[in-house]
């Protein structure tokens, strides 16, 4: 769910100078959650197949360990549900399996109640909210992808803007770029790498270090709904006192299948 506020309230970008006015922040927010609204209910005929990856490394830069995971993804009134069904190249045992639908079953039972929904909603706009506050937008500018119109803009910190929590901590930490689809105010991409470390309980529980690097990208399906295609990111991390992790992780969206009463079509993922 992190990642999904996060791209909301970054949608909430203001407004710069050009030959034609950009958008309204107000409007780009609204036009961001609009979209996702209408696209709840077609986000339910979408299950994918998504391929983790995590990466333990060394400190230089080569593969100490890795984890891999195949999850089937599908959606309960707008809200993401992972079904992990192999780690490691291997199915899951018996047992784990077992589990595993014990887990997805709660889920599904969770998000199937809208209270819970609008609970769930809620939260991801208290974030938004939260952290704006926390990042400048600057040299906002148009290009175009695919025949669409896209608002970019570079982040960074607002040295006026005093963080408390750790969320916020967070995003004043940043630095980087994002692509607005002007239509429907939906980011469809972020690069952001942080400028300084980020202590969590003040350095005792977890230090995230500087230079963190996430980049996520989103793809408007042909019936207008956007799914995440790729998440990645790599750093450097110190936990629990001792540990000096680096890592480095990939999330990719392999191939949905979208069902209809009539038909079933599969939809192949984009090429990098």
Same mark, same amino acid.
């Given at each position: 769910?992190?990642?999904?506020?996060?791209?909301?309230?970054?949608?909430?970008?203001?407004?710069?100078?050009?030959?034609?006015?950009?958008? /309204?922040?107000?409007?780009?927010?609204?036009?961001?959650?609009?979209?996702?609204? =209408? +696209?709840? +209910? #077609?986000?339910?005929?979408?299950?994918?197949?998504?391929?983790?990856?995590?990466?333990?490394?060394?400190?230089?830069? +080569?593969?100490?360990?890795?984890?891999?995971?195949?999850?089937?993804?599908?959606? *309960?009134?707008?809200?993401? *549900? /992972?079904?992990?069904?192999?780690? #490691?190249?291997?199915?899951?045992?018996?047992? /784990?399996?077992?589990?595993?639908?014990?887990?997805?079953d709660k889920e599904v039972k969770k998000?199937?109640?809208?209270?819970?929904?609008?609970? @769930?909603?809620?939260?991801?706009?208290?974030?938004?909210?939260?952290?704006?506050?926390?990042?400048?937008? +600057?040299?906002?500018?148009?290009?175009?992808?695919?025949?669409?119109?896209?608002?970019?803009? /570079?982040?960074?910190? #607002?040295?006026?803007?005093?963080?408390? =929590?750790?969320?916020?901590?967070?995003?004043?930490?940043?630095?980087?770029? *994002?692509?607005?689809?002007?239509?429907?105010?939906?980011?469809?991409?972020?690069?952001v790498q942080t400028t300084r470390d980020?202590? *969590?309980?003040?350095?005792?529980?977890?230090?995230?270090?500087?230079?963190?690097?996430?980049?996520?990208?989103? @793809?408007?399906?042909?019936?207008?709904?956007?799914?995440?295609?790729?998440?990645?990111?790599?750093?450097?991390?110190?936990?629990?006192?001792?540990?000096?992790?680096?890592?480095?992780?990939?999330?990719?969206?392999?191939?949905?299948?979208?069902?209809?009463?009539?038909? @079933?079509?599969?939809?192949?993922?984009?090429? @990098?």
């Amino acid at each position: 769910m992190f990642c999904s506020a996060l791209l909301l309230w970054l949608a909430s970008a203001p407004n710069a100078a050009g030959d034609k006015p950009l958008p /309204d922040p107000s409007e780009l927010k609204q036009r961001a959650m609009a979209s996702m609204k =209408k +696209s709840e +209910s #077609d986000l339910e005929n979408y299950s994918c197949a998504v391929h983790e990856h995590e990466y333990d490394l060394n400190a230089d830069g +080569s593969v100490k360990r890795e984890r891999a995971t195949v999850e089937d993804r599908f959606y *309960i009134n707008g809200m993401e *549900i /992972d079904h992990v069904l192999a780690r #490691d190249g291997k199915d899951l045992s018996p047992g /784990d399996a077992r589990r595993e639908q014990e887990h997805v079953d709660k889920e599904v039972k969770k998000y199937s109640d809208l209270k819970n929904v609008e609970k @769930q909603e809620r939260e991801d706009e208290k974030q938004v909210d939260l952290f704006l506050r926390a990042l400048r937008y +600057s040299n906002g500018r148009r290009e175009s992808r695919e025949g669409r119109s896209v608002v970019v803009y /570079d982040l960074s910190g #607002d040295p006026s803007f005093h963080p408390r =929590k750790i969320e916020e901590r967070f995003a004043s930490a940043l630095t980087g770029r *994002i692509w607005l689809d002007e239509e429907s105010g939906t980011p469809e991409e972020l690069r952001v790498q942080t400028t300084r470390d980020v202590k *969590i309980g003040g350095g005792l529980l977890a230090n995230l270090h500087k230079g963190f690097q996430l980049h996520v990208v989103q @793809q408007r399906q042909p019936d207008g709904v956007w799914l995440t295609k790729s998440v990645e990111g790599s750093g450097d991390a110190k936990a629990a006192l001792f540990l000096h992790p680096r890592f480095r992780f990939r999330e990719d969206l392999e191939k949905c299948h979208l069902f209809s009463v009539t038909t @079933q079509q599969k939809v192949e993922a984009p090429k @990098q």
